[in-house]
């Protein structure tokens, strides 16, 4: 059973209202960096100004004795760099639900930093139980500490369990702003027998149709395709945002770009660059083909109360590729801003 959103607003007194529309922002890149470590926060300020969100990572790839360094690095980075003034997303991935440290990384950062941080990105959610529980505590700390903007939050899909809940997770609370996939932890928790950090797997065939093309039979490699369709489908269906979690292989741009492409395809609005290169990469891939743009600019002329059937190039459209065409059309915009 779905409980109504309402049921979640805040408890505590003074608490601003979650809001339900997501504002509109370009957040092709989740660009994340390791706040503990000062050479790297010395450059976040001019990062800043070439990506859409920057996350301070609490969580796994930061050392259990460098937790404490971590959360104090993402304060001073936070209140080092004006995020809200180049209209770049300010995001920190906390640590698990069931580790020792949540609690203090949600304490310290909502009293020192609470105005300044837009996203909460939760790792390893297994049900909407989880979001409730980061909704109250949010909420408590907001009224606590004055904050006046809603802390928005963000799972990560990575448990199977968390697939399992895909829905409910999605509609679990008005604070949801999306979900990543998480394909590392993810194969771990599915018992998938990969050491790869997201994208294909060689060994993850099909085979060739004798009869068929080869080049084009050979290349169904993607074992994240099912999950980024259920998660794509529970995020739209509940007004949030899905996204593509990390690619590991710094070395392969061209195997990072089409995994990057195949999930802007189905429907994600961006992904994780865990690494300078990976930030060109995204910020082509999560914008529009320009041909593209153009053909869906002609069928939105052509049918400018959006209905009716059209011919276009020998291709019939109707209400429903005008549809299609206005998400190519209002993306476009939205990176030309
Ligand atoms: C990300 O957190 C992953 O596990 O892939
Ligand atoms: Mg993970």
Known sequence: MKLPRRFFQPLAAGAPEPFRELP?????????????????????????????????????????????????????????????????????????LNSPWILDDLFTLVAEVGDRLDVVMVPKVEGPWDIHYIDQLLAQLEARHNVKKPILVHAILETAEGVANVDAIASASPRMHGMSLGPADLAASRGMKTTRVGGGHPDYKVLSDPKGDAERSSAQQDLWHYTIAKMVDACMANGIKAFYGPFGDFSDSAACEVQFRNAFLMGCAGAWTLHPSQVALAKTVFAPDPDEVNFASRIVAAMPDGTGAVMIDGKMQDDATWKQAKVIVDLARLVAD
């Not at 994340?32 to 976040?44: D, G, L, S, W």
């Open 24 to 96: 509109i922002k370009l957040e092709r890149m989740i660009h994340f960096v390791p706040p503990h470590n000062e050479k790297v926060r010395a450059r976040v300020p001019e990062l800043a100004k070439t990506v859409d969100v920057v996350l301070g990572n609490l969580e796994d790839a930061v050392p259990a004795d460098q937790k404490e360094a971590a959360r104090n690095g993402f304060v001073a980075m936070a209140k080092a760099t004006d995020f809200a003034a180049s209209g770049t997303g300010l995001w920190t991935r906390i640590n698990a």
